[in-house]
């Protein structure tokens, strides 16, 4: 699972957060539950829309092409 998540921020997410001058580093997943813990950064990071990118584009397209995602998270300052 991990590794079809790094896949798809490599090929189809981060692109597009890099045009914007942002990117995403995945923290975690937890395969029981289904939750990948993320953290945006660069442009991404403090942005008023992130929230908003993070549910509508990365999570949606996690969750379509990845079996077994439930739930994207953003892991602001915390460890995971």
């Known amino acids: 699972m991990k590794e079809l998540i790094e896949q798809v921020l490599s090929t189809q997410i981060r692109p597009m957060l890099q045009m914007d001058g942002g990117d995403i ?44 995602v439930t739930s994207v998270e953003a892991a602001e300052d915390k460890k995971i």
């Open 25 to 68: 580093v995945l923290l975690s997943v937890d395969e029981k539950t289904g939750v990948v813990h993320v953290r945006l950064t660069g442009a991404c990071d403090g942005c008023p829309f992130a929230a908003i990118t993070l549910k509508t584009r990365v999570e949606a397209l996690l969750k379509e092409k990845v079996p077994g």
